[in-house]
Nanobody, 124 residues
Framework: QVQLVESGGGLVQAGGSLRLSCATS????????IGWFRQAPGEVREGVSC????????LYLNSVEGRFTISRDNAKNTVYLQMNTLKPEDTAVYYC?????????????????WGQGTQVTVSS
């Protein structure tokens, strides 16, 4: 059974940092692209970053480029999202997801497996 469980969300002041973790099980992590997505109230879920397994390439949403870093530890079956210099507009529920064809895409429709999400709130 495929499972993804996010943790590490919370309340932080603008300019602060958080590290999100995505613990995976039920599949071989190093065969999959893992993505981080976020959804603010009333907004569409958007892709934030993804990590492609086959070549280690990463992709970022323009607004988080240079502030967020995705990384993976295949031995621990865990993917991380380090978020620095957080802004109020980063406030959202953050989800990790797994894409089985390892395409390295941030199109949410290509992701078959999703976690339950973790809330990130950035105060001004």
């Amino acid at each position: 059974q495929v499972q993804l469980v996010e943790s590490g969300g919370g309340l932080v002041q603008a300019g602060g940092s958080l590290r999100l973790s995505c613990a995976t099980s039920g599949f071989t992590l190093d065969d999959y692209t893992i993505g981080w997505f976020r959804q603010a109230p009333g907004e569409v879920r958007e892709g934030v970053s993804c990590s492609r397994s086959i070549d280690g390439s990463t992709l970022y949403l323009n607004s988080v480029e240079g502030r967020f870093t995705i990384s993976r530890d295949n031995a621990k079956n865990t993917v991380y999202l380090q978020m620095n210099t957080l802004k109020p507009e980063d406030t959202a529920v953050y989800y990790c997801a797994a894409e089985q064809y390892d395409s390295g895409s941030l199109h949410r429709g290509e992701y078959a497996y999703w976690g339950q999400g973790t809330q990130v709130t950035v105060s001004s």
